[in-house]
């Protein structure tokens, strides 16, 4: 059974820089893709990265603006592996819920792509 924990949320200054960790188990040949994606208070959720692994393609929402950047570290055991997603030069617009999902093959970066959600991680971005 597939299972995302997402961590590393908090309360950043601007400018600032942070990095959320998906732990993810259960990541069997079903899936492809796990992508970071933020919901913003009273907006809906975006994707702001991806990565693909049958091919190694990595997608980034307009919203990352070049600062954002996800990487990933597997183990001996294919299924469990960790996604981070490190966000440099914070902005207020950055503030929202980072979700991680998971995605079968074929997955771009949309949230309608995947089928599979971590309970989220809050970021709030402020002085």
């Known amino acids: 059974q597939l299972d995302l924990v997402e961590s590393g949320g908090g309360l950043v200054q601007p400018g600032g820089s942070l990095t959320l960790s998906c732990k993810v188990s259960?990541?069997?040949?079903?899936?492809?893709?796990i992508g970071w994606f933020r919901q913003a208070p009273g907006k809906a959720r975006e994707g702001s990265a991806c990565l693909r692994f049958s091919d190694g393609a990595f997608f980034y929402g307009d919203s990352a603006k070049g600062r954002f950047t996800i990487t990933s570290d597997e183990g001996e055991n294919p299924e469990e592996l960790e996604v981070f997603l490190k966000i440099d030069r914070l902005e207020s617009e950055d503030t929202g819920i980072y979700y991680c999902?998971?995605?079968?093959?074929?997955?771009?970066?949309?949230?309608?792509?995947?089928?599979?959600w971590g309970q989220g991680t809050q970021v709030t971005v402020s002085s």
């Open positions: 999902a998971a995605a079968p093959i074929g997955a771009l970066c949309e949230p309608g792509d995947y089928g599979s």
């Open positions: 259960g990541f069997t040949s079903d899936y492809d893709s």
